[in-house]
Each structure stands twice: as C-alpha cells, then as structure tokens.
C-alpha cells in the first residue's frame, strides 16, 4: 500500500501577482504539509510565476480581457505540466476566475468562496486593491452566507489602493502603510463591523492592528487548497 504522502495531488499555481504573495502562498502549504504528514515531507506543486507588470498593465487599462488570457494560458500550461487542480494566487484576479474554469479540466479552487467560509462575524469590512472593491468581487460569496459587506469611503480607498501597488507588492512595509491599514480597522469598527476581511493578499504584510481581527484571505485558499491535494489521501 502506498503511503499518504505519495498519493498527494499536484497542485497547479498561478502566481506572481506578486511574488510576495506565492512565496507567502509556498511557504503556508508546505508548512502544513509537512505538520500533516512530517518532517520531510512537501506538496508536489507546479508554480507558473506570470509578469506582474504586465499584469498590472492590463489591470490600469482596463484591459481584463488580456488579464483573462494570461490567466487562461497560465492555466493550461498547468495542467498539460500534470496538475490536478488550480489555484490563482491572487484576490483580485478572481475577478476573471470564470475564464480559467473555461479554459481547463480540472477544478479551480475560488479565494472568493474559500474566504467567505471562513468569515464568522455578520457584517465584516472588505479591504483590498480599487480594482476588487469596486466590481464588488467578495459580495455574492459573503451575502449568500447571510454576511453584510461594508466598505471604506473613496478617498481612503484609493489612498489604500495606491500603497498596496507602490509599496506592499514589492514587500516595502513602511509606518505609514500600517497606520493607514489602522485607520481602515477603525472605520470598520465605527460603522459596526466585528471583523476585517484582507482581500488583497499582500495586506497581511500591514496588517498590525488590534482594533478589529482579521480574516486572512491567504490562510483560508491556503487551507482549501490543501484540502484538495489530500482529498485523493
């Protein structure tokens, strides 16, 4: 008989969007491989790093057709590599997850849906890039749980929006930045809100406060995608 270990799926993981973020993601699954199953022990994965430049580009133009592309292409490329299934290792790219569910076989495992399972409270504050609050990426998966989103307002938004493409996808974590994410947990307290919701990956770099806890959007997709790669175990 083989042993669990070996029958591990191989996960298929769209990263770059940052790097910070899939080292982040990396360092989480093979941690909670190796707790799971032991010392030596790691996830068998495949890891398509796409340019984030470009990315972003896309993103600034509103050109997320192209976004949907790369995604798309990424995708394949996995799974003709041998992957099993996909995570996209990003918040706000999910906004064209529909693309690279079309374009593959294999499941695609959501942050939107893996995050809002995770989230306890009624009514939580959802931080992230302009790009996933203004198209209201989180808000389906949240309200079909009986959870009320609730947002910052437009200029803290976009002071928000500014440091994480400036300085948190580059791994720069400045004073200002945290006191920023703090004045964030603030507005979310006063309007009644009992959590905060990272949706944007890189914002656990920043997020120092005590003010309100937080919802790591990484941690849960972490823990779904885990749940896959042991699911054939």
Not at 76 to 87: D, Y
Not at 214 to 219: G, N
């Amino acid at each position: 008989m083989q042993k669990p270990e070996r029958m591990l799926r191989k996960a298929g993981l769209i990263g770059g969007m940052s790097w910070e973020t899939t080292a982040m993601y990396y360092r989480l699954l093979q941690k909670q491989t190796q707790q799971t199953f032991g010392s030596g022990v790691s996830l068998p994965c495949l890891i398509d790093s796409l340019p984030f430049h470009e990315v972003t580009t896309y993103q600034h133009d509103g050109d997320w057709d192209a976004v949907g592309r790369m995604l798309a292409d990424s995708a394949v490329r996995l799974e003709q590599s041998g992957a099993r299934f996909i995570g996209i290792l990003s918040n706000t790219v999910h906004l064209r997850i529909r693309d690279v569910e079309q374009a593959v076989s294999i499941p695609v495992m959501s942050i939107t849906e893996a995050a809002a399972a995770a989230v306890s409270a009624s009514r939580i504050l959802v931080l992230g890039t302009s790009f996933t609050v203004d198209h209201r990426l989180y808000d389906q998966a949240l309200r079909d749980r009986g959870i009320e989103p609730i947002y910052l307002p437009a200029p803290l938004q976009q002071d928000l929006h500014k440091k994480i493409f400036s300085e948190l996808t580059s791994g720069i974590v400045t004073a200002d930045t945290e006191a920023l994410v703090e004045r964030c947990a603030r507005h979310g307290r006063d309007a009644g809100c009992t959590s905060m919701l990272l949706g944007c990956t890189e914002l656990e770099l920043a997020a120092k406060s005590d003010i309100l806890p937080f919802v790591s959007t990484v941690q849960a997709h972490v823990d779904r995608l885990f749940q896959e790669a042991v699911s054939g175990v």
